[in-house]
Nanobody, 119 residues
Framework: VQLQASGGGLVQPGESLRLACAAS????????VGWYRRAPGKQRELVAD???????NYADSVKGRFTISRDNAKNTVYLQMNSLKPEDTAVYYC??????????????WGRGTLVTVSS
């Protein structure tokens, strides 16, 4: 199973970006998806996650600005980021807990995608 993250870039404060994370491989089901970020000089933190049933969870710092969603048919999870702030600058990583075709369950990480918010 591989996760491919995309959508990062350089934007100005107040602008929007949408990150995508596409999962591929021997996937039976995706049980959990999450977006994390690591800002310069800081530890990795959870940004948003979504359980298989659709329940979502957001970091306080992004509530009301970021939205996590998924397209099950495409095995893709998105992070819509609006009203971006300089403090959102970080490398963003996607994570998924995947049940494979062999019925094993494992956690997978995508390579990070850099989001830079600067005027």
């Amino acid at each position: 199973v591989q996760l491919q993250a995309s959508g990062g870039g350089l934007v100005q404060p107040g602008e929007s970006l949408r990150l995508a994370c596409a999962a591929s491989g021997s996937i039976f089901s995706i049980e959990f998806v999450g977006w994390y970020r690591r800002a310069p000089g800081k530890q990795r933190e959870l940004v948003a996650d979504m359980q298989n049933g659709g329940n979502t969870n957001y970091a306080d710092s992004v509530k009301g600005r970021f939205t996590i969603s998924r397209d099950n048919a495409k095995n893709t999870v998105y992070l819509q980021m609006n009203s971006l702030k300089p403090e959102d600058t970080a490398v963003y990583y996607c994570n998924a807990i995947v049940r494979t075709i062999s019925r094993s369950t494992n956690s997978f990480w995508g390579r990070g995608t850099l989001v830079t918010v600067s005027s």
